[in-house]
Every structure is written in C-alpha cells, then in structure tokens.
C-alpha cells in the first residue's frame, strides 16, 4: 500500500487581484480522515476544487497513489478516484433520487436507460448505507436534510478512493450526523481517504485522524489529531486566541417591538405567540423540522399565514410582503444566502446597498455613488470582509465572508427588529466570534433580535430568552438560567 492515497505539493492559484493560495500542501494517508481547517477565506475550498479538477492550479503537482495527475474537468478527478460531497448542494430538483445518483451513467439497455436496473441499483446502494429514502423520489420534494443524504450517496456511488467532504452535516440532525459517522467510519473501515472540512469542532475531535490547517491561503501545521486541544487548533486557525466566543453585553431590554399572537399556517405551524423586547436577543431552538423558518418567513411577509395577529411598537400590522417589512423597520438573513439572500451575478457593493438604495436616491432619480461606496467600503471595514474591491462579483468570495455582506446590508438599512435564521452556518470560529461581537453591539443599541439556531453553544452563550419548537408548535419559553443543553432539547423532543 502507498503511504499517501492523496498529495498535494507546492500549490499556488491566483485570480484576479488576490493569491488565493501560496505554495501549499496536503498529505492524506488511506484509510484515514483527514480534516482541514481554517478560516473562511483561508483557501480550502480552492484547493479542494483543484483537487477535484474545477480548478486548474497555476503551480505545483498532485498525486494520487504516488502518480501525478492533471485533472481536465470533475469527471476526470472522478474516474482517477476522487469523489466530493459539495457544500452547496449540487442536485437537479426536478430529477428523482435515482437520476440525481447515476447521472451520466444510467445502465443502458437495447440504447435506452434501464429504468428497473436504475432502481434497482439506487435502492441497494441506500439500503447498503441505510439511508431512508425511495430511488423514485423527486430530489426538490425532499428536505434539504435528504438532498444532503442524496449527496453522501452520490459520492459513495462512484467507489472512490479519496472522499471530499465538505460540511456534510451543515443540515443534518445529530441523528443524521451520527449515521453519516457511521458510513465514514465504514469507508475508513475499507482503506478509503477522507478529507473533512467542517467548522464544528465536536465533529472534528469526533471522527478525524489528521488535521492540516490553512491559514490565509498558506499552510499553517499538520498533525494527529490526538495532538491538537479545542484552543491550540482555534489560535492556529485565527493567528489569535479568541479569549471570549461569546462576547455579550450585560444590555438594559426595554419594551416590547415585536408582538406575535397566535399566529398559524395550516399544516405548518400553529397557536405562535412571543414576544421580543428592544435590546434583546430571544433565541429559537428546536430540531430540523420544527417550523423555525417557516414561522420568520412568514413574519417577514415571504409566506402568507391563516390567522394571528402581529403587533410592531404596539400598533397591529399587515406584513404581506418583505418590502412591507422592511419599512416597518424589520430586516431578514435568511437560512439558504445563495437562494433567498445574494444576488449571486452582482458585487460586493451592490449586494451590501440594494435594500437601502432608496437612502442615496435623490428625488430626481440620481444615485449618490459616493456615499454608497463610503457607507459600503465602512462595513467591509468593520465586518473584516475579505474581498479584493466592491466591485467583486460576490459569488467569488468563500461562504463567511459572503455570510458577512449580507449582515452589513441590513447593517446599512438599521433596522428596528434584526431575524438572524443560522447565521453562522458554514462560518470558521474567527467568523463567527466577531458575528456574535456585531449582535450584542446591535442589541446593545436597543435593536430587538430573533436568532434561529441549531447550535446549542450558540442559542445558551447568545440569548437572553430561549423559544423552543417542536412540530410546528412552541413548546417553551426558557429565560437565560434555565436555558441548559438538556432543558433545550427536553422541550425539543416533546
């Protein structure tokens, strides 16, 4: 057997105006997990996409199993061996489970795709990972849970060598993280290559052998994961300590903004009723499924609702549609950013303005330039947003950093009441430490903040209340010392 399945040798890729990566490199043994970490921007998912043939790097070599590789296009990486579970999900919806697994390679039959043998095969292969869903399903009726499911599959299918994994489990349950566990383990089990990307740190001391850091788009260290702690691993990502993940202010609440009454969508959610006071962060816990989004959503005017009743400063309101919201001071970072959020073929700048682009039009229709880039070139600034100018296309930039634009948008509109739905999915430690230091300064200055988050860490180090759903319903309102790990997913369960 070869020492190393995957290497990655003095690699370097420039784009226009920025060096995403700097000689660097990458050694991962078969029959072991290999996790990769660093910031948002630090330059893994570059090197991931050379390693998988989307990128063609400017210096330096690749190997798989001692030979050097030049990758044309993903199908030639994946008929060298190497397989990747994409973080944005990468499926036709209007295609089913089977399609979506064996696309480009259906078994034929007499010159036309063998529908039963398509079938047959899917079905086998979830049951072999004993994932719960039908060959015939159609992909956009599944839950984003699923498709990644569908992924992990996919990926599997090919009986590649070298897996790339890149935060696989940013949808899952811990039902579903720990399944995926278990079909990891199980490729390991059969000499297969593992890398992992992902930001949770439980997940990385869980189930990795190596971790090799990037930082900056330079490699920072590799080495057995055994040999990192929690604060060793978060300095060398960040080049700091982060001496306090969740910097929030001992703030005055005042009263109340947001007043919702028995709100409900048939088949949805039902009997919604809460309240969130200025200055304060009210946290909404609950499992995949619960309805979190689906009530925001509707609060912000996306969906209509079947009856309640929403009261903003007191006054009953009728949101019917987003821009309803937004001039009753109401703003919304959504849970999809590239799907409901980025306008992903505009810049940075434009991304940043366009909900407060009323701000800098004159009466006569004239846009005061000026004052926009001034205004966008300060949250840039302040939300430390890596990007070479304004004028880059937004869906150039890595995940937390796109993460990051869409926070100063509704930054620059300053709202009255801020809907945070995940705001750190997919965002490195750094990241998210000054997210959090931007929300307590946001509630520190009376802004009355909804933050919906699968993050137990999160919900308890950032709130002031706790909302707990379940099944459409809430099922408890918990104030800061009784929001624990076990009273949360207590009410999560019922």
Not at 230 to 243: A, F, K, P
Not at 273 to 290: D, N
Not at 305 to 315: A, C, F, W
């Amino acid at each position: 057997m070869v020492a190393y399945a995957l290497e990655a040798e003095g690699i370097s890729k420039f784009f226009p105006g920025v060096k995403a990566l700097s000689n660097v490199s990458l050694r991962v043994r078969p029959g072991t997990v290999h996790a990769l970490m660093g910031e948002n921007g630090a330059g893994k998912s570059t090197l991931m996409k050379c390693l998988i043939g989307i990128y063609r790097p400017d210096e330096g070599i690749i190997r798989v199993k001692g030979e050097p590789v030049q990758f044309v296009d993903t199908l030639d990486a994946l008929r060298s061996g190497i397989s990747m579970i994409h973080q944005e999900l990468n499926l036709v919806p209007h295609m089913t489970v089977a399609e979506n697994i064996w696309l480009g390679r259906e078994p034929m039959k007499y010159g036309f795709v063998d529908h039963h043998a398509l079938r047959t095969q899917t079905q086998a292969l979830l049951s072999k990972l004993n994932i719960r869903l039908q060959a015939d399903s159609m992909v956009g009726e599944l839950s984003i849970a699923a498709q990644q499911m569908v992924e992990i599959a996919k990926a599997v299918s090919w009986n590649a060598d070298i897996v790339i994994m890149d935060e696989p489990t940013s949808a899952l349950t811990e039902s579903e993280v720990a399944h995926l566990f278990t079909i990891i383990r199980d490729l390991r089990s059969q000499g297969k290559a593992i890398v992992y990307i992902s930001h949770k740190m439980d997940e990385i001391f869980n189930i990795t052998d190596e971790i090799s850091i990037f930082r900056d788009g330079k490699w920072v260290s590799s080495d057995h994961t055994a040999n990192f702690t929690r604060q060793s691993l978060i300095t060398q990502m960040v080049g700091r300590e982060l001496t306090q993940l969740f910097p929030k202010f001992n703030n005055a609440i005042g009263e109340e903004v947001l007043t919702v009454r028995n709100l409900q969508r048939k088949g949805t959610f039902h009997d919604i009723s809460f309240s969130v006071r200025r200055g304060e962060i009210l946290g909404v816990a609950g499992l995949v499924g619960a309805g979190r989004s689906e009530v925001m959503e509707s609060l912000f005017g996306m969906t209509s609702t079947d009856g309640g009743e929403v009261l903003i400063d007191g006054v009953p309101v009728n949101i019917d549609s987003p821009s309803t919201a937004i001039e009753k001071g109401m703003a919304f970072l959504t849970e999809d950013r590239k799907k409901s959020g980025l306008f992903l073929v505009l810049s940075v700048m434009e991304n940043m303005s366009i909900v407060n682009m009323p701000e800098y039009s004159s009466k006569a229709g004239f846009v005061s330039h000026v004052q926009m880039a001034q205004d966008c070139m300060e949250q840039i600034r302040k939300l430390n947003i890596k990007t070479p100018t304004m004028d880059q296309i937004i869906n150039n930039l890595s995940g937390g950093n796109q993460q990051k634009v869409l926070i100063a948008r509704w930054l620059l509109a300053q709202p009255k009441i801020l809907i945070l739905d995940e705001p750190t999915r997919g965002i490195d430690v750094g990241a998210k430490a000054e997210i959090y230091r931007l929300i307590s300064e946001l509630a520190n200055r009376g802004v009355a903040i909804i933050m919906v988050s699968s993050e137990l860490p999160e919900i308890i180090g950032m709130s002031d209340r706790v909302m707990v759903m379940h099944g459409g319903r809430i099922t408890g309102i918990l104030d800061k010392e009784q929001a624990t790990q076990e009273n949360i997913l207590s009410l999560a369960s019922e």
